[in-house]
């Protein structure tokens, strides 16, 4: 213990102050899903969110394991664990853990205090170093201890790639820390998130498209690619530590241990790196700072809050001024359209895919094996529905929310109906069309394309009704995006979801598969039905 | 279970420890039960269609190559697919197909020898030295590196053997 406060105090951290921290931090990380609010807690709640996000990367991991494992050979195994691992883990940090390092309120709390930015610094790291721990441990066990059963894998195996794994992933976070504090910080500035952003949308593809491939593809392309990888491939970092790990495995030597020493060294300085410019970009965020849109102010002729689209599509006045607001913070908050792309991107890639394997046939006209990503895309945007609708119930600006609460509006269901028109008709229904438009293109057909996307409409509002309660939306943007509580909490709720998703599709294809239009029509008809009985229920619930 | 307790930060340490150590167990089990996985290895071959039917007994030699290049390509893959099935095309059928598309063989035959069953491999490794193609040995000396690598050392000397026999590839 003296030997590493020596160290931190070296490196200008007092180790104390930085322990205190680390606790708090780490105190918070647990809590905070359950008593963090001061708005109240939710005894109700036995799991915490942040358990149901570690269990999706460990299901993830368990997925991608189960599909490679005894194929192909261990470097490829092992290149697409630590591939898997390092991007996943930045995803982690970007889309989940961003709000807590770019917190700028801290330094309200902590600012009086003989808090120094370095030490600050290095207790957020540790926080996030903890944050990491889990996930690592989530997205390898199974590549680390599996891997270890391929008829190419040595004893070496398992240290190596418990090494290797360490290092990437460590590297990974330390340069997206390194990314993300390269603006100087200031309110509502937009940075790199847009860019880092989409590394879960192309994650998302690879893993579906490739687990779709090894299962389904009789060409058995990720296999072929993978046994013999383009040159390219030696210079990304995961195919650095793949080759450390294939070498550990089936040729170990003592030269591995330089090499493990080198890496070792430079995962050290990267980390290092980004401990000093996170130290020095909480120096930088002091309160008070210029603004920068102070700096170029422009003068915006005004206009009514609520617009004639917000007022053609809603019911009453205060369903109107819910749907403005809503519309308005969509195209505000950063935060929030950057929460709404993971939930599309299965639909997106469903439909990418169906591109790529020529499975995005016309349901109507062809074979249901040709069509059936047609259906699948549709129904997964419809599967999207309750994940955004939940989006909208987070804000960075959630204190405001009381504005909303003492607000004179003859039911506060007025709020969540905006929400959730903003969400049919401000994300949902241009994708639908967008959707709309590839099928009319692939198939030739407008008309097939209209109907098609026309039953996943009604689809859509009938979920949309049932997802109000569904994920117990009230007053929307009223609650902090914690840590977790994203992603996992409605995990139940979604399962329910895709249920009757799954099942809408498989007789939507039955319907087409007959080429009956009275069969057609009585699926329209039941559509309808549902929408109607979930509207009504909604109805019903808000009164009660 | 005392959900007090399960909702404290100890509670939860104990329960991701807990889910950990099950997924630690799931993990040695199927490390442990590689059989198991391979099982599913393998590749799925139509039925020669009944247009390709009459052509397998004239592929007796590389000079056959003709018959195979007027056809469009999903006959040529189904001519492999085929052979793979079959046991009473003339000996010379592999040479034929090679010489008509060497591309197009090498690459489905490699695949084979990379995400085949031990059965499909061996006829694989078959119809490579039966193909008398140039690049034979080296995907042959390959395969039989990997198999040593992977302790399959039966499948190894297989490869070595085919490839010594008499008219075949050495590796």
Redesign the interface.
């Known amino acids: 213990m003296a030997v590493v406060n020596q160290l931190l105090g070296r490196l200008g951290v007092n180790p104390r102050v930085c322990r205190a921290l680390v606790r708090a931090l780490v ?1 918070m990380d ?2 905070s899903p ?1 008593y963090g609010r001061a708005t109240g807690t939710r ?1 109700g ?4 969110p ?2 149901w996000v ?2 999706q990367y ?1 299901f993830i991991s ?1 997925i991608v ?2 599909l490679l ?5 261990v470097w490829a195994f092992a290149f697409v664990g630590l591939a898997l691992s390092m991007l996943l883990v930045v995803n982690a940090v970007v889309v989940e853990f961003n709000e807590v390092v770019l917190d700028l309120e801290d330094r309200d709390v902590l600012g009086p205090r003989p808090v120094s930015p370095r030490t600050y610094a290095a207790a957020r790291f540790a926080n996030l170093g903890f944050y990491v721990a ?1 996930l690592t ?2 997205l390898n ?2 590549p680390a ?8 894998a040595g004893p070496w195996y398992l240290p190596a790639y418990a090494l290797a794994c360490v290092l990437g992933n460590l590297t990974a976070v330390a340069l997206t820390v390194l990314v993300y504090s390269l603006a100087p910080p200031r309110p509502g500035r937009q940075d790199v998130r847009d860019v880092l952003a989409w590394t879960q949308i192309v994650l998302t593809l690879v893993v579906f498209y490739g687990g779709q491939l090894i299962l389904r593809n ?3 392309a990720i ?2 690619f993978l ?1 013999e990888p383009p040159a390219w491939f030696s210079w990304l970092p995961p195919a650095w530590l793949a080759n450390f790990v294939a070498e550990a495995a ?1 040729r170990p030597g003592l030269h591995l241990l330089a090499w493990a020493a080198a890496a070792g060294v430079a995962t050290g300085l990267v980390a290092f790196l980004a401990l000093v410019r996170l130290a020095r970009f909480y120096a930088e965020a002091q309160p008070g700072g210029p603004d920068e849109a102070s700096a170029g102010a422009v003068v915006y002729r005004p206009r009514p809050f609520v617009g004639r689209l917000a007022r053609w599509l809603t019911d009453s006045r205060a369903d109107a001024a819910s749907l403005a607001l809503c519309l308005r913070l969509l195209r505000r908050d950063h935060d929030l359209r950057m929460r709404m792309l993971p939930p599309l991107t299965l639909a997106i890639a469903a439909a990418a895919m169906g591109l790529f394997s020529g499975q995005l046939g016309n349901p109507f006209t062809e074979d249901a094996a040709l069509a059936v990503l047609s259906v699948a895309a549709v129904q997964l945007l419809v599967l999207a529905v309750p994940s955004l609708l939940h989006q909208m119930r987070f804000s960075r600006s959630h204190a405001a929310a009381w504005a909303l609460e003492v607000a004179p509006v003859p039911s506060v269901r007025a709020y969540a109906e905006g929400a959730r028109l903003a969400v049919c008709y401000a994300i949902a229904l241009p994708v639908l069309v967008a959707l709309g438009v590839v099928f009319a293109v692939v198939w030739r057909d407008p008309a097939s394309a209209a109907l098609h996307c026309g039953l996943g409409w009604i689809a859509v509002l009938a979920v949309s009704h049932a997802s109000v309660p569904g994920v117990r939306l009230r007053i929307p943007f009223a609650r902090e995006a914690a840590r977790g509580e994203i992603t996992g909490a409605i995990v139940p709720f979604l399962a329910a979801v895709a249920t009757v998703a799954l099942l809408l599709g498989v007789v939507e294809l039955q319907a087409c598969r007959s080429r009956s239009p009275v069969l057609l029509l009585a699926y329209a008809l039941g559509l309808l039905i549902v929408l109607r009985a979930a509207r009504w229920a909604r109805g019903r619930a808000g009164r009660g | 279970v005392d959900k007090h307790w399960l909702r404290s930060p100890a509670g939860q340490l104990s329960l991701l420890g807990a889910t950990f150590l099950a997924a630690l167990g799931l993990a040695l089990a199927m490390a442990t039960q590689r059989w198991f996985f391979e099982r599913y290895i393998v590749e799925k071959y139509r039925a020669l269609p009944a247009q390709l039917a009459a052509l397998p007994p004239q592929l007796t030699g590389a000079e056959a190559a003709p018959l195979v290049t007027a056809l469009p390509a999903a006959d040529r893959e189904a001519l492999y697919e085929g052979w793979m099935q079959a046991d009473d095309w003339p000996a010379g059928a592999p040479a034929a197909l090679s010489r008509a598309d060497p591309e197009l063989y090498l690459r489905r035959v490699k695949q084979t020898l990379l995400c085949g069953s031990d059965e499909q491999r061996r006829r694989g490794v078959r119809f490579l030295t039966a193909s008398g193609h140039p690049e034979a040995a080296g995907i042959l000396r390959r395969t039989a590196e990997r198999a040593r690598a992977r302790r399959e050392e039966a499948f190894a000397d297989f490869c070595i053997a085919a490839g010594n026999e008499p008219g075949g590839t050495p590796p």
Do not use: N
């Open positions: 105190l647990l809590r359950h005894p709640e036995v799991i915490a942040l358990y570690i269990g460990l368990t394991t189960a494992f005894a194929r192909v050979d889990l441990l989530a066990l199974f201890v599996v891997g270890a059963g391929l008829r190419d009789a060409s058995h296999e072929v046994s089936t």
